[in-house]
Nanobody
Framework: QVQLAESGGGLVQAGGSLRLSCVAS????????MAWYRQAPGKQRDFVATITSGGSTNYADSVKGRFTISRDSAKNTVYLQMNSLKPEDTGVYYC??????????WGQGTQVTVSS
């Protein structure tokens, strides 16, 4: 049973944009803070952005002003609009609840590659 399904990644040139989507099961999405994380090659998975059920957002310093997180409760979907992409944004992007606990399962993620 797929509970988190990320999509929208791809190959883009520096300065370009992508919009990621994550469809979550209702049991995960409802009432929870949702977040996007990314894992760069050879590095640990890090937080990128969070959004509460009320729409309050928070961003990692490295993406502030360039990325925008949003959610659609009717669709159990979280989005990440990424603008002015940089090569250092390259990685696999995942969504999940925030904070993530050891027993929380992850989806397959979506690969974002930014070429210079």
């Amino acid at each position: 049973q797929v509970q988190l399904a990320e999509s929208g990644g791809g190959l883009v040139q520096a300065g370009g944009s992508l919009r990621l989507s994550c469809v979550a099961s209702g049991s995960i999405f409802r009432g929870n803070i949702m977040a996007w994380y990314r894992q760069a090659p050879g590095k640990q998975r890090d937080f990128v952005a969070t959004i509460t059920s009320g729409g309050s957002t928070n961003y990692a310093d490295s993406v502030k002003g360039r990325f925008t997180i949003s959610r659609d409760s009717a669709k159990n979907t979280v989005y990440l609009q990424m603008n002015s992409l940089k090569p250092e944004d390259t990685g696999v992007y995942y969504c999940n609840v925030f904070p993530v606990l050891p027993w929380n399962a992850w989806g397959q993620g979506t690969q974002v590659t930014v070429s210079s």
